[in-house]
């Protein structure tokens, strides 16, 4: 278990200026504006600054419709910010990065390939080595579970199977940074539970630094290093604990005093609106 | 899954009888007519005469000019290349079409001024610039295939999922890459929706031109036959082109579930 020394990676850096040069990943003064069709201009997001440490797991947790998953869109580069700035490894950056890889909230697995050419696409799309990374990209099925399933349909699979090649696709370029927009947001409690155990694992055994967006705030406890609380629109970072919980986690924990203490005190903070449902 | 594979070979048996049963019911309507009331063999032959001219046309070497093959090969090169073409550049004017506004723009007059003509009326005009040989009709078949496969694979294009469009836009992805991997093969069950109506107007186009002036095809000989009130032998013609037709729709329907392994609807014609 590499969990020890990733844990030591863990900061607390998230608005402090001095700090952004040791940052993978920064967020600064971030504001989205845009207008609807009725012409009145929106905030969805304001004065936001992140920054993610190497190897960290951070979990932005907001009611629906705060702007979490288009401040992802504008850290995955695919929709421009209105003013602030993003830079990773201290380079300011715009648009897509090869360095990053996305889980969306559904897998977007395309069906007329098979899982193994699915997960296999940015590597098609950034035009690396097919045949290096088929090894690879078989190793990483395994290690999510998905052996013996290479060659079948995404239709043949489950949600949660489902799920698992899209992380498997998120990873196979070897970004720096995994970001992901509530990958289990569709998937039934039961099997989100034990995804959220499985992502874990998956995060120990590849080192990756994290940025997970969820509206659930057992689920953000359960895997975080940190968790930063977006208020409802305009969405702005309203909170910020540190999860202290030893890795790895057992599903368990989520049955303690101090885990109800962590989630109460994030409910509080999200002010016991909608997100408190699970 | 188990029920289902169960009540299939029933179900077959069952709609198999009822096809029989409703072609035997409808020839001896037609027989009836025949027997009861006094239309002259002129304007309704009996069965037995369409079966004698449709044995006889069909036994004839294919070298004899009185041999439905002789014109049969003719009418299904005409349709398959025309076919073919059409299908062809009805693909690549509707990716062009999905990928630029300008083209859009610029092929739009074209497009509805084409789609308001009844486009067989263009068949005199393909003699006069092709002649009576096979090229006319290859030139109609393609022009009326042209167009249901190209609306059909412009909207195929065009419905490329929003997710599918992020994904490669995180990736980074040129224009090509996203046409190659998301919106051709996304639009292919369109494409082939397009491509099952296509065959048939190919078919459409080829017996039209045929009818305007050529020297060979099922049209010449149809009309050949027409001249000497052979009503039999039309009718014969009309059963070997119903036939002709099947079996091309038959072969894009297995062309499709092959291509378009993955989609719900190419499963659902599957089993029904």
């Not at chain 1, 390939?113 to 098609?124: D, G, H, Q, Y």
């Not at chain 2, 729709?249 to 291509?259: D, G, H, K």
Request: hydrophobic share 50%.
């Amino acid at each position: 278990m590499n969990g020890p020394d990733l844990k030591s990676t863990m900061s607390s850096n998230a608005g402090s200026q001095s700090a952004a040069s040791a940052a993978l990943l920064s967020v600064r003064a971030l504001e989205k504006r845009y207008r609807t069709k009725s012409g009145e201009e929106v905030q969805a997001l304001k004065q936001i600054n992140v920054d993610l440490a190497d190897g960290e797991f951070v979990s932005v947790l907001g009611p629906s419709g705060c702007g979490k998953t288009t401040l992802l869109k504008i850290i995955v580069g695919i929709v421009p910010p209105s003013a602030g700035t993003l830079s990773l490894r201290g380079a300011p950056i715009s648009g897509p990065q090869a360095g990053m890889g996305v889980v969306f909230q559904s897998s977007v697995l395309l069906p007329w390939w098979t899982v193994l050419e699915n997960v296999l696409l940015p590597i098609r799309v950034l035009k690396l080595d097919l045949a290096a990374n088929r090894k690879k990209a078989r190793d990483l099925l395994a290690l999510v579970g998905l052996k013996g399933f290479e060659n079948s349909y995404p239709g043949e699979l489950s949600g949660g199977m489902q799920q698992r090649a899209a992380i498997v696709r998120g990873l196979i370029h070897d970004p720096g940074i995994l970001l992901m927009d509530e990958p289990f947001g569709a998937l039934d409690a039961m099997t989100r539970e034990r995804m959220n155990v499985e992502l874990q694992r998956i995060w120990l055994s590849t080192a990756k630094t994290v940025f997970f967006i969820t509206h659930s705030v057992s689920e953000a406890v359960f895997l975080s290093d940190r968790v930063l609380v977006l208020s409802a629109r305009p969405g702005t970072l309203v909170d910020e604990i540190k999860v202290p919980f030893p890795r790895p986690r057992n599903i368990d924990l989520m049955s303690t005093a101090e885990f109800g203490d962590l989630t109460r005190r994030l409910r509080g903070a999200l002010g016991g609106g909608e997100a408190t449902h699970d | 899954m188990t029920e289902a594979a169960k009540a299939r070979p029933r179900r077959g048996l069952t709609s198999t009888f009822a096809v029989l049963a409703s072609v035997g019911v409808g020839i001896l309507i037609w027989q009836c007519t025949i027997w009861f009331t006094d239309v002259p063999s002129y304007v309704l032959p009996a069965p037995k005469a369409v079966w004698t001219a449709l044995v006889d046309g069909l036994a004839r070497s294919p070298t004899e000019r009185s041999s439905f093959w002789f014109h049969l090969i003719d009418t299904l090169k005409a349709t398959v290349s025309g076919f073919l073409i059409g299908a062809m550049l009805g693909v690549v004017f509707a990716a062009c079409m999905a990928e630029s506004r300008l083209i859009e723009t610029a092929a739009l007059p074209y497009v509805v001024g084409l789609q308001s003509l009844p486009k067989v009326a263009i068949a005199p005009l393909m003699v006069i610039w092709l002649g009576y040989g096979i090229e006319s009709k290859v030139a109609m078949a393609a022009v009326l295939t042209l167009f249901p496969v190209l609306i059909n694979a412009l909207a195929g294009f065009r419905s490329a999922g929003r997710d599918r469009l992020e994904l490669m836009a995180a990736l980074a992805a040129s224009r090509f890459q996203v046409f190659r991997f998301i919106k051709f093969p996304g639009a292919l069950s369109m494409i082939f929706t397009g491509l099952n109506i296509g065959i048939v107007y190919a078919m459409l186009g080829t017996i039209v031109s045929e009818f305007t002036g050529a020297q060979r095809g099922m049209g010449v000989i149809m009309t050949q036959m027409q001249s000497v009130s052979d009503t039999a032998g039309v009718f014969a013609a009309l059963v070997v082109l119903a036939c002709t037709g099947y079996v091309l729709i038959s072969i894009m329907r297995i062309a499709q579930n092959y291509v378009v392994f993955w989609s719900e609807s190419t499963v659902r014609e599957v089993e029904t």
